[in-house]
């Protein structure tokens, strides 16, 4: 179960589709883990149902009707066989499905490289002009140096936990840190630790040791 949630704002415009691309990945991600949250989109949407209820229609176009009703026809059970058969083959149970399109082999088979000496990174994708989409992998009981973030870094835990000053987190919370949080976080003793990140700039090292570490990381 999650305790770490996105606020009802950020829900709202989930509901809406006016949330980035990232930022609609994040919330999807967290939806998986959560009932609570996936309760509260319900209810929005049903919200943004009675709203939409209430505007003038428009009608639905002949061609449009006719359209729809042939591409269901056209769904033959060999086609739908077919699909779910390229479903099976690319899902993988430990990763979400929101995440299967980007990691469609398991977290194993991805490039991962060593940042740290308890910590990997692999970034998932990367567009010159957003913010950077990376997986963190943290070994049982490893401590990531502290450190702070230069922009906002938006983290939800897939597998294993982590804790840091503020709480213990594990699959499925959803964590917002930026510029004026510095933390020092350390994987559960039990499992390796997985975490999806988001990050509009890099991390910066404040533990003395590493700093040498933060041109390496721009
Ligand atoms: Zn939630």
């Known amino acids: 179960m999650s305790n770490f949630h996105p606020d009802q704002t950020k829900l709202a415009e989930y509901v ?38 209430d505007l003038p229609g428009e009608p639905v176009g002949e061609d449009l009707l006719q359209a729809t009703l042939a591409s269901i026809q056209n769904d033959e059970p060999v086609h739908r066989a077919r699909r779910e058969e390229v479903g099976r083959y690319y899902r993988h149970p ?22 740290l000496p308890h910590l990997q990174v692999c970034d998932i994708e990367l567009s010159p002009q957003g913010p950077k989409i990376s997986l963190h992998r943290i070994r049982p009981g490893g401590r990531i140096p502290r450190h702070t973030h230069r922009g906002s870094e938006y983290t939800v835990v897939l597998k294993g936990g982590f804790s840091d000053a503020l709480g213990d987190y594990n699959p499925g919370d959803y964590l917002h840190r930026d510029a004026d949080h510095e ?13 999806l990140t988001v990050t509009e700039d890099p991390l910066k090292m404040t533990s003395w040791k590493w700093r040498w570490m933060n041109p390496f990381l721009s």
Request: with cysteine; glycine share 6%.
């Open 94 to 115: 430990e990763v979400p499905a929101p995440l299967q399109k980007l990691v469609p082999r398991g977290f194993d088979a991805l490039p991962w490289r060593k940042l």
């Open 183 to 195: 933390h020092e976080p350390v994987a559960a003793e039990s499992e390796e630790c997985i975490c």
């Open 16 to 53: 809406a589709g006016t949330l980035s691309y990232h930022e609609t990945l994040l919330i999807s991600v967290h939806l998986h883990y959560c009932k609570e949250c996936q309760q509260a989109v319900q209810r929005l949407e049903a919200l943004g149902g009675v709203l939409l209820d």
